[in-house]
């Protein structure tokens, strides 16, 4: 079940179309000090956010995989991905995966420890964390 209820619906900015939703997370993204390019959606059909929360959705036509090519990794991002948006941070993250050996693992949390920081910090939901570049994940 999405957790993208009438109520929150009332309350947020929603975006429609490829070109303006994908705009409007990357503009998302640089405001809340984290790198531009951690959503590589495409087809997006929908992004949804709620200012006083910090809550975002994005939905998207199809499920999608991309690889980050400076640090190596795939990660798959679902057709409904849900977050909240802090400064430096997104918390409880849902719909993305990312590509460890041979198995998929969520994502639960990714942050940045100050906006001057040059590190980002991607963790599961067992609490094991990775540590990556942030220009690794730029636009």
């Known amino acids: 079940m999405s957790p993208i209820t009438q109520e929150i619906r009332a309350t947020a900015e929603i975006f429609t179309g490829n070109e303006v939703c994908k705009e409007k997370a990357k503009?998302?993204?640089?405001?809340?000090?984290?790198?531009?390019?951690?959503?590589?959606?495409?087809?997006?059909?929908?992004?949804?956010f709620v200012?006083?929360?910090?809550?975002?959705?994005?939905?998207?036509?199809?499920?999608?995989?991309h690889k980050f090519e400076k640090v190596g990794s795939?990660?798959?991002?679902?057709?409904e991905i849900t977050s909240f948006f802090e400064?430096?941070?997104?918390?409880?993250l849902s719909g993305v995966k990312t590509k460890e050996m041979?198995?998929?693992?969520?994502?639960?949390?990714?942050?940045?420890?100050?906006?001057t920081s040059d590190k980002i910090t991607m963790k599961t939901p067992t609490g094991i964390s990775k540590t990556f570049s942030k220009e690794a994940f730029m636009a």
């Open 102 to 115: 041979l198995i998929w693992i969520s994502l639960v949390e990714i942050f940045v420890k100050d906006p």
């Open 27 to 48: 503009s998302l993204l640089r405001e809340y000090c984290l790198p531009d390019g951690l959503l590589p959606v495409q087809d997006v059909e929908e992004l949804g």
């Open 74 to 79: 795939q990660v798959s991002y679902a057709t």
């Open 51 to 65: 200012k006083e929360t910090g809550f975002l959705w994005v939905k998207q036509k199809n499920e999608i995989t």
């Open 87 to 92: 400064k430096c941070k997104i918390k409880k």
